[in-house]
DNA sequence: CTTGCATTTTTTTTT
DNA sequence: AAAATGCAAG
């Protein structure tokens, strides 16, 4: 037999061995246990950075080579889809491509998605559906709240949103949750009523949200024994990732898979044939890395496992391939902190490595300007952009360190966060895609009945859904009858006039069987086209219009990109993808960028180097998290899977004030750092630095202590802190920057720190990106910085808006400046 | 119906 | 600081 090994795994075996060999080849006795376990069910608990994946993908290589299952009797479920392509790629290069055709590799989601479109006709859906979004779902129940007026009892659109979210992942609907209900509360019975509502207008809408994914999959099988016996029979091995992250609607769809296949369920072809047996189950997870309890997942799915599986095996993977060991010390050490759990201790061979870098900015700029120093000397020291990592508690950090990576010419990309699907001019335009995908959903046809401008607001759309109510029909149906509603005939024009456009363009997509449908390119093209879409964006005076044209433009682009991967694909599978990008999803790895990234996307990635930023009090663990109980014990599970993310360089920081709301706040080091022995943290500025250096301490600060009074200045805050700390802080005290000495980079701090001079030049700031025009500087040039002071420039590289100077700054040190924006002058 | 301005609220994390 | 909302004028 002949196979094909990932050359760049350094375990794969020299050409001539038996496949045995090279599937077992640099694992250790307990991956290789896990790789040729046969039976109905194991758990494996993975520590982070313990080769889960290469164990999981060898498994199903291991399956397939052996042909003790084919292709298409596997379903893998992965956390992200990037995760599964990756499995996906990996399984190939061991068995060969055309052996893994079939196999099911995918989400939870995903998985859902395609077993409902096949199935959904069973229950009053059709294959058609839309997949509302958090935000669809957000918009409909506002509507629902206005129209039932249950604002006055207290109940909020998120309060509301989240209760049937939570509700949903413990597989409670309408009718289950009104039998234990209070009826003698006025809110109670409010809230009830929303949710009815809610569901029916899911129904009638043709709809499903995120959660009913799951959960409707889980009540399609167990009402439905006939279909479920078709996939418990298809699926021999399933294999689940993140376990520790499912939710209790999950665990139930895993139940339902695994359950033994009941003959007379199947149909009369099948009976007989073929294997009988519950699926063989194997679920990979580590209780510590759990980090999304407030999206219902359930740690005592992974804790309860031998429970549920009576006949299970466990297997532990506690060496780790990634991480240096004093990243390993730091990580133990501070997941020790949390009580009630099993212990387990990751331990390398591959030595201490540097130690972990420690700093403490005075603002959250000052921070943004170190990592973005660090990550300028890692890159000069060899280390490619796309192995460093920068990650943060909320997506609003990203701001200040997007305004320093810009003016320091960094490449990075930001992953998540405000996403390019969830711009509005992007969700108008999908929402033309979904109107033509499925005309009985309202939402996206209000969505763009009024986009481009066509004169039909609020009180028409309301004429509209009246007689649609009154005339048992849908929205779409009430516009194609406008004329009977005695509207002005401007209006009504406008409104047949869009009509006969969706339907046109519908006609293009149902089409009898055998015929090919439109390509999602063209109806979006056409779409575009005929509404005028973009040129109407082109038409106004908002300048921000030309840039969301351009998205719009950006978004045909990727339906052709989508076209050219799936030459088969359809306008359905199109949406589908859309709806199910993961933060994660988007990571190019060809991109030679710096990823920025939330703590949660960060799960299952890893890099040379790791930022983990704004470590602070109320930020990490953050302040929400307080009340909530378990909230502090999830909060370091997310320190802890932060800091396994990094193989050789970690650096954690902090700064004393930051800005939230547009005001600045005082911030305490998280008190998750105290967790990490001292001796493995080389402070370049600590807390104490940072706090009791009074001679040298910005001006800026200074000026802001009298601000805060006696109780909560600085001066109280900070002594409390290194008292409280017993001296673990006191650094190096010589400042990040070696370039000048202590006082040089006290001065730079100064001036960095200082309010900002109003000069004809810094109020050229505009907007969020300053714009120097056609500045031109060459090596030589004295030149003055916003924060750095003056310097001399001292070598030009890069062309036209890349133009990038290499500056020595007389105080601040070696600095790299994109020319066209970092705020500088000539002098 | 649309536009512009004033006011208020908002940030946890995500499929 | 930015986004969402509300209100009044055109």
């Known amino acids: 037999m002949t196979f094909v090994l990932d050359p760049r795994d350094p375990s794969t075996p020299p050409p001539g061995g038996s496949f045995q060999d090279a599937l077992l080849e640099g694992l250790n006795p307990q991956q290789r246990q896990a790789v040729l376990y046969r039976g109905p069910a194991l758990l494996i608990i993975a520590g982070a950075g313990s080769g889960k994946t290469s164990v999981l993908t060898r498994r199903i290589a291991g399956l397939l080579a052996t042909r003790e299952a084919w292709p298409s009797q596997i379903l893998a479920i992965t956390f992200t889809n990037k995760a599964a392509a990756e499995m996906r790629e990996r399984v190939q290069q061991l068995v060969g491509r055309q052996q893994a055709e079939g196999m099911w590799i995918s989400t939870f989601h995903s998985a859902c998605v395609r077993i409902l479109r096949r199935e959904a006709e069973n229950f009053?859906?059709?294959?058609?559906?839309?997949?509302?979004?958090?935000?669809?779902?957000?918009?409909?129940?506002?509507?629902?709240?206005k129209e039932l007026e249950a604002d006055t009892f207290g109940i909020t659109v998120s309060g509301a949103m989240n209760k049937i979210s939570k509700l949903k992942n413990e597989l409670s609907d309408v009718e289950s949750y009104a039998r234990g209900a209070n009826f003698n509360d006025p809110g109670e019975v409010m809230f009830l009523q929303i949710f009815r509502e809610y569901t029916k207008r899911l129904q009638s809408a043709n709809a499903f949200d995120f959660d009913d994914l799951i959960g409707q999959t889980v009540y399609l099988f167990r009402a439905f024994p006939h279909v479920a016996a078709l996939y418990q029979r298809r699926f021999r091995h399933i294999l689940v990732d993140e376990y520790q992250d499912t939710n209790h609607a999950q665990y139930a769809l895993i139940q339902e898979l695994t359950r033994p296949v009941n003959q007379g369920d199947l149909p009369l072809d099948l009976q007989g044939k073929g294997h009988l047996d519950p699926a063989s189950l194997t679920v990979v997870g580590d209780s510590d890395q759990s980090i999304y309890a407030f999206r219902g997942a359930d740690i005592r799915n992974i804790v309860e496992f031998e429970r549920d599986f009576p006949n299970s095996t466990t297997i532990l993977l506690e060496q780790n391939y990634r991480s240096t060991q004093n990243i390993l010390d730091a990580a133990n050490s501070v997941i020790s902190n949390?009580?009630?759990?099993?212990?387990k201790k990751l331990f390398t061979t591959i030595g201490s490595g540097e130690k972990i870098v420690g700093f403490t900015g005075y603002s959250g700029h000052d921070e943004a300007q170190f990592v973005a120093d660090e990550i300028t000397k890692l890159h000069d020291s060899g280390m490619a952009y796309k192995e460093i990592a920068v990650f943060y508690r909320t997506n609003a950090q990203t701001r200040a360190l997007e305004d320093i990576f810009i003016r320091s010419a960094l490449p990075y990309r930001v992953l998540g966060g405000t996403k390019f699907y969830e711009r509005a001019e992007i969700k108008d335009a999908m929402s033309y895609l979904i109107t033509v995908a499925n005309p009985l959903d309202p939402m996206a046809l209000r969505r763009i009945m009024n986009v481009p401008k066509r004169g039909i607001g609020p009180a028409t759309e309301a004429a509209l859904q009246n007689f649609a109510d009154n005339n048992q029909t849908t929205l779409r149906d009430a516009m194609r009858n406008a004329q009977a509603l005695g509207l002005g005939p401007k209006v009504t024009g406008a409104i047949t006039g869009l009509a006969l456009i969706l339907d046109d363009v519908q006609a293009t997509v149902d089409v009898p069987e055998g015929v090919a449908q439109a390509k999602p390119s063209d109806i979006l093209k056409t779409l575009l086209d005929r509404t005028g879409f973009i040129e109407a964006l082109r038409a106004t005076r908002d300048p921000q219009d030309e840039a969301r044209a351009e998205n719009v433009e950006e978004l045909l682009s990727v339906t052709k990109e989508f076209q050219k991967n799936n030459p088969d694909g359809t306008l359905l599978d199109f949406l589908t993808e859309v709806s199910l990008v993961a933060a994660a999803d988007d990571l190019d790895d060809t991109s030679g960028t710096v990823s920025l990234m939330t703590l949660h996307t960060a799960k299952g990635l890893e890099y040379e180097a790791v930022f983990l930023t704004g470590i602070e009090e109320d930020l990490l663990p953050h302040r929400m998290s307080a009340g909530e109980p378990g909230g502090p014990a999830e909060e370091r599970r997310l320190f802890y899977v932060g800091i396994t993310r990094a193989r050789q360089r970690l650096y954690l920081s902090l700064a004393m004030t930051r800005a939230q709301f547009g005001e600045v706040n005082v911030a305490m080091p998280s008190r998750y750092l105290q967790e990490i022995p001292p001796e493995l943290i080389d402070w370049k500025q600590s807390p104490g630095d940072a706090t009791s250096r009074n001679g040298t301490q910005p001006r800026a600060l200074n000026a802001r202590r009298g601000a805060f009074g006696a109780e909560g200045s600085l001066g109280t805050g900070a002594s409390g802190f290194n008292g409280g700390f017993g001296g673990g802080f006191t650094?190096?005290?010589?400042?990040?920057?070696?370039?000048?000495?202590?006082?040089?980079?006290a001065l730079a701090r100064a001036a960095r720190n200082a309010a900002k001079p109003k000069t004809e030049w810094a109020n050229k700031i505009t907007g969020t990106v300053r714009d120097n025009g056609d500045l031109t500087l060459a090596a030589g040039d004295r030149i003055r910085h916003v924060d750095f002071g003056d310097g001399r420039v001292s070598a030009v590289t890069g062309e036209g808006t890349k133009r990038v100077a290499e500056v020595h700054f007389d105080t601040a040190g070696r600095k790299r400046l994109l020319i066209k924006v970092a705020p500088i002058e000539k002098i």
């Open 338 to 343: 949390n009580f009630d759990r099993k212990d």
């Open 124 to 145: 009053g859906f059709t294959k058609s559906f839309t997949i509302y979004d958090s935000a669809d779902s957000k918009a409909l129940i506002k509507r629902i709240i």
């Open 731 to 745: 650094g190096s005290g010589s400042g990040y920057e070696n370039a000048g000495g202590p006082s040089a980079t």
